[in-house]
Nanobody
Framework: QVQLVESGGGLVQPGGSLRLSCTVSGRTVSTASMGWFRQTPGKAREFVGVSHWRTGVLYSADVSGAVKGRFTISRDNAGNIMRLQMNTLKPEDTAVYYC????????????????WGPGTQVTVSS
């Protein structure tokens, strides 16, 4: 059974940093593509980026203006972990952050992912 669990969320002041981790069990991530999404109340899940097992990382053009240069996706294949390093956090980054395993189709669409973690809350506030 494939399971994903996010960790590392919390409350941070504007300008601070957090590192989220997504630990995967039941599937070897070295040959898997995995994505990060975020969601705020009343809104659809928003694509943050995807780590393709072969071609590298793609960040969403929709949010690149907001997260470009501040968010970095990496993976630890030996530990079956994907990470999201978030620096210079802003209040508008407040959301529940999810990791997911890509299945097929458009990387930017959450319907292309078939396994999801429960999410971790990130709150940026002074």
């Amino acid at each position: 059974q494939v399971q994903l669990v996010e960790s590392g969320g919390g409350l941070v002041q504007p300008g601070g940093s957090l590192r989220l981790s997504c630990t995967v069990s039941g599937r070897t991530v070295s040959t898997a593509s995995m994505g990060w999404f975020r969601q705020t109340p009343g809104k659809a899940r928003e694509f943050v980026g995807v780590s393709h097992w072969r071609t590298g990382v793609l960040y969403s053009a929709d949010v690149s203006g907001a997260v470009k240069g501040r968010f970095t996706i990496s993976r630890d294949n030996a530990g079956n972990i994907m990470r999201l390093q978030m620096n210079t956090l802003k209040p508008e980054d407040t959301a529940v952050y999810y990791c997911a395993l890509w299945s097929r189709g458009n990387y930017l669409s959450d319907s292309s992912y078939d396994h999801w973690g429960p999410g971790t809350q990130v709150t940026v506030s002074s």
